[in-house]
């Protein structure tokens, strides 16, 4: 299987970075043997890869990593690099590769302090790979500070160096940055092509991934993850019934708390898993007694993982916040598609009866004007707006209409 399999409905992608790698192989042949290198190569030391929620951004950069990093014997016999299998391909995909760097936003910003040992590793060599590989999952939250730092390296890469930047749009990333990033924009994938990856991927019975595919409009994450998990699909459905429950003051008051605390509930739960475990091993990185006590002059280690871990927290909570905001969108432009006698494909057949409903007990413009209200309380969100005061604000002009 090659890593490209992993890119849903991103054939036009996958060629342009399958022909990028094999010049890549090339040109690293070429030095080995010291010899000139090609003269039109289509490998290049920075990307930037855009495109909206969902298409696998992050994906199509980690697969072009792992073939960059493919170490296959077929190789020596003319095999495309990035086969999916060989120990550079697995470990680059598992993000365990030494010299793969992944940097992803842990709050709602990524800060220079982050970025500071990531930039120096750039001007180093490979350790074990081909090249060093620096893949920035959340371009768009680099602040003004860490994006410069950003802009020194890539401006000045070094020979066996590539940058790997993904973001929204090109219009997230500093102007000096993505005029130095060659550009790969990435398309919504059909309905039909995530459904069919999770029935041969996952194993997710034909229906079922038809739905969630349906679902969540071709966002593969999320559809993998409603597919594969009930709680999800619980989360899901309660989302779905809170058009119905908006009746009264109260009403809309409770409903936000219930979000609100769902969302927690989701941050909490991923806390619980990952933080235990990364204090244990920093504690064991740092040469802790038996008894858990830390060496002198450590407290401050521990208390900046403490911090980090807190920001996560956070940026998980809005981060499954914005995802019940995403399936209210989709539930308000189908009542807004049946008012309007659309043949658009309706995304949440499992509840039509809360959208005949509401089709019926409402106008398009008040449809519109709720789907404009969802989109302002992710705007507060995203302004660090407290959550339950966004969500109420939201809530409320739902029922108001």
């Given at each position: ?130 090249w060093q590989i620096i893949l920035v999952e959340d371009a768009e939250r680099l ?259």
């Amino acid at each position: 299987m090659s890593v490209w399999d992993d890119l849903v409905g991103q054939e036009k992608v996958s060629a342009v970075l399958d022909a990028a790698a094999r010049d890549a192989d090339a040109q690293v042949t070429a030095a080995a043997a010291d010899e000139p290198l090609p003269e039109a190569s289509r490998m290049t030391h920075a990307w930037l890869f855009t495109g909206p929620p969902g298409a696998g951004r992050n994906q199509a950069a980690r697969s072009f990593a792992a073939a960059l990093q493919c170490v296959s014997p077929d190789r020596a016999l003319g095999g495309a690099p990035g086969c999916g299998f060989c120990d550079g391909c697995h470990t680059a995909l598992l993000g365990t590769h030494a010299d793969v760097t992944t940097v992803a936003a842990v709050g709602a910003e990524i800060l220079v302090k982050d970025m500071r040992d990531t930039v120096r590793k750039s001007y180093t060599a490979p350790a074990t790979g081909r090249w060093q590989i620096i893949l920035v999952e959340d371009a768009e939250r680099l602040n003004e500070k860490s994006a410069n730092a950003v802009l020194k390296a890539v401006e000045e890469p070094a020979p066996r160096t590539v940058w790997l930047l993904c973001a929204p749009s090109v219009e997230d990333v500093l102007p000096t940055i993505r005029s130095r990033c060659r550009h790969l924009n990435l398309r919504t994938p059909s309905v039909e092509a995530v459904a069919d990856m999770l029935v041969r991927r996952d194993g997710v019975e034909p229906e079922a991934a038809a739905a969630a595919a349906r679902a969540t409009q071709g966002h593969v994450d999320r559809a993998r993850r409603l597919a594969t998990d009930p709680a999800a699909r619980e989360r899901r459905a309660a989302v779905l019934k809170l058009p119905l429950r908006l009746d009264e003051v109260g009403a809309c008051l409770k409903a936000a708390q219930d979000l609100v605390d769902a969302a927690a509930e989701d941050a909490k739960q991923l806390a619980e898993e990952m933080d235990g475990r990364e204090a244990e091993e920093l504690k064991a990185a740092l040469g802790a007694v038996q008894g858990g006590r830390l060496p002198r002059g450590t407290a401050g280690v521990m208390k900046d993982l403490e911090d980090m871990q807190k920001r996560r927290r956070t940026r998980t909570q809005r981060d499954s916040l914005d995802v019940a905001l995403g399936d209210l969108t989709t539930f308000y432009r189908d009542v807004l598609a049946l008012q309007l006698g659309s043949r658009v494909a309706i995304a949440n057949a499992d509840a039509q009866d809360a959208l005949d409903r509401l089709a019926r007990g409402s106008s398009p413009e008040s449809t519109l004007r709720r789907i404009e209200a969802i989109a302002a309380c992710r705007e507060a969100l995203d302004r660090n707006v407290a959550p339950l005061l966004a969500v109420e604000a939201m809530t409320m002009a739902l029922r108001a209409g």
